[in-house]
């Protein structure tokens, strides 16, 4: 058995061959798991429990249903793209929140798991965002608008966000170093799990005189990046979707 994660699919009504390729994993591959971790952005965007059907995510939504149905624990963390995910989007795809960050036992380690923008401090604008979209009243005054407003401006807050990477360096938009080793000193942890980034890598470096490593997930752009973790050996692979005959 093996625990698969997952992160930064940015599932979207435009970019529906993700969104078949993520039907398609869940019904395959992620049956031989234990468990699924998805450490946020999931979505492009959410923009409330009520709207699913509406911006084209009922799919994704029967589809992980199901996989919890046949017993595969599936965990999800809200990102920064998704972080409006409420109690009905558990309710109906029986997925288990998870609080960013959170600990978890995996094979007798305990293993730090983010979604990673919290890690990027480098970027002022980006953690501006944060504090006002985690303000309850903030939330409250959205989720309150009609769903086509919503809509409006998730849309236009998407493209702001496109515009605003295109001005920013590779290294601001990084995580930042001490924040790392700040937060895993903090729950005392040798192993960080985390996303965000959209750069697939294990890092590995010496924390207090210990051993540690800090392992981030991939985006589903060009193809989809699962980590499998086993007790003694973590690896990447990807999901090939198999060609559909035409009828």
């Not at 699919?9 to 970019?15: E, G, I, P, T």
């Not at 890690?119 to 953690?127: K, V, Y």
Request: aromatic share 8%; proline share 4%.
């Amino acid at each position: 058995m093996t625990t698969l994660f997952i992160s930064d699919l940015h599932l979207a009504r435009d970019r529906p061959k993700a969104t078949e390729l993520f039907v398609d994993f869940l019904a395959t591959q992620a049956n031989d798991a234990e468990a699924l971790y998805i450490l946020g952005d999931l979505f492009e965007y959410w923009i409330g429990d009520d709207a699913a059907t509406q911006i084209g995510h009922r799919d994704v939504i029967d589809s992980l249903r199901r996989i919890n149905d046949r017993g595969i624990v599936t965990h999800f963390m809200p990102g920064n793209r998704d972080f409006l995910v409420g109690e009905q989007f558990s309710v109906e795809t029986g997925c288990i929140p998870l609080a960013d960050p959170s600990v978890v036992e995996l094979y007798g380690e305990r293993v730090l798991l983010m979604h990673g923008d919290s890690l990027c401090t480098d970027d002022n604008a980006h953690q501006q965002f944060r504090a006002l979209v985690n303000q309850p009243s903030w939330r409250k005054d959205f989720l309150a608008k009609p769903i086509e407003e919503r809509v409006r401006l998730a849309t236009d807050a998407r493209a702001q966000s496109e515009f605003n990477k295109s001005l920013l360096t590779m290294q601001i938009m990084d995580v930042n170093r001490l924040a790392v080793e700040a937060v895993m000193r903090d729950f005392g942890v040798r192993t960080l799990i985390h996303g965000h980034t959209h750069r697939p890598a294990i890092h590995q470096f010496r924390l207090d005189g210990a051993q540690v490593r800090r392992i981030v997930l991939g985006d589903w752009y060009e193809q989809s990046s699962i980590l499998r973790y086993l007790p003694d050996e973590v690896s990447f692979s990807p999901h090939i979707a198999p060609r559909r005959q035409k009828k």
